[in-house]
């Protein structure tokens, strides 16, 4: 079946612009994370989601960035008044169960976020 | 919060021998430990993963072995391939039965050489 989806895949935006990134989790997942990762480095937890709810958003860096999945399927991350330090690659993952059993995180093919 | 450890940063082997890529994390209530490949341009992929209640787990070429006492935890991945070649990513985490917000260390970059 299709996997994690993410859109757009690229994003070039200019400094004080906001930037709405999409994920498409599989099919049935309970539960969506987001992550973001430097060039390098690995994956950083921002945030995740069990259904609808937001049950974890300590690594979202400051109050311009914000996530939401308001019908526990796609989720959108929001970044407001970007600055060139927000550029990263920004990917989600999902996983079937919100724990114990189902426990992989399937990641998505990521949104790379350029700030000029 | 948990901190993960990884070591080396890149690794390079001959093709037919063995790599071995270690991680320390910090929380002792960490019970979940996941390795990832990711090879260039592509998204990180699980490969094994291993809960804090075993001491070892094996699937074919790769291996995965915990030591809670000391914290840390080790990829041993045998007969080494040209398509081992990749970043590979150790990562921790708290299982709950509410999420698991994973924790990831800095990666190494094997390279398997012919």
């Known amino acids: 079946g299709a996997g994690v989806s993410q859109s757009p895949r690229y994003k070039v935006t200019k400094r004080g612009q906001d930037v709405a990134l999409r994920c498409d989790p599989i099919?049935?997942?309970?539960?969506l994370y987001w992550y973001r990762q430097a060039l390098g480095q690995g994956p950083e937890f921002l945030t995740y989601?069990?259904?609808?709810?937001?049950?974890?958003k300590s690594g979202l860096p400051n109050d311009r960035f914000s996530a939401e999945r308001p019908e526990g399927s796609i989720s959108t991350l929001t970044i407001q008044r970007t600055e060139q330090r927000d550029s990263a690659m920004y990917r989600c993952?999902?996983?079937?169960?919100?724990?114990?059993?189902?426990?992989?995180?399937?990641f998505g093919p990521g949104t790379r976020l350029t700030v000029l | 919060g948990e901190n993960v450890e990884q070591h080396p940063s890149t690794l390079s082997v001959q093709e037919g021998d063995s790599a071995v890529i270690k991680c320390t994390y910090s929380?002792?209530?960490?019970?979940?430990f996941p390795w990832y490949k990711q090879e260039l341009g592509k998204r990180p992929q699980l490969i094994i993963d291993?809960?804090?209640?075993?001491g070892e787990k094996k699937d074919q070429r790769i291996a995965v072995t915990l030591n809670k006492t000391a914290k840390h935890f080790s990829l041993h991945i045998t007969e080494t391939q040209p398509e081992d070649s990749a970043v590979y990513f150790c990562?921790?985490?708290?299982?709950?039965?509410?999420?698991?917000?994973?924790?990831f260390g800095t990666g190494t970059q094997l390279k398997v050489e012919l």
């Open positions: 993952a999902s996983t079937l169960g919100a724990g114990g059993p189902g426990n992989e995180q399937f």
């Open positions: 099919s049935g997942h309970v539960s």
């Open positions: 989601f069990n259904y609808e709810a937001q049950q974890d």
């Open positions: 929380d002792s209530a960490s019970n979940y």
């Open positions: 291993i809960r804090s209640n075993v």
């Open positions: 990562a921790a985490s708290i299982l709950t039965g509410g999420g698991n917000k994973l924790t």
